[in-house]
């Protein structure tokens, strides 16, 4: 027998006048009791349906120590079962209403499991307030005058590389002049001029 085999016993159950008629007319608490052990044996059947022949109805009778006539009321008498005279098959409307629902419940819980659960969320990217029309606060513009200041900082450290680079023939030559104040000289190979670089106070306290 599977585990899963119940169905939904409604707590207005008692409401339905067909029920309320069945308990007039009969030992209310023994007639109760054959409607939810007719109920319970049809769930265990496939497609909720079983026979209704007199010598099974007999054994049931027998089985749960109940009168043999008082089930066949219970399941003729109140209307409370649907019966196939033709086929001897009996089954109830009510149990077929909450077991349609019930496994509906199943086939979407077994759906979700195949998809690890309820879909997940996307998780959307941050949106800054600019980006959505609003005014940057001022953490925000903070950060931003933060940032340039480093970017400037980075740019200045390279101009001044640069230009340390860029100046030094101007320098050489410079230091050449303080040197040289008498006619043009012919120019140098660069060799010598480097060598002659220490002569020169200015460079010697720049170096």
Known sequence: MKKDQYFNLEVNLLNDDNIACMMSEMNAAEALGIYVMLLLHLRTKDAYEASCKPVLLKAMARRYDVDEVAVERVLREFDLFELDEERQMFRSSYLDRVMKSLEEKRKMDIENGKK?????????????????????????KRREEESKEEESKGSVSVVNNNRSNIETPSLVSRLADEGNHGPLQPVLPWEKLVDQLSTFQSYMELA
């Open 116 to 140: 690890g659960g309820c879909p997940k969320k996307v998780a959307k990217s941050a949106e800054t307030p600019v980006s959505k029309g609003r005014k940057p606060t001022e953490n925000q």
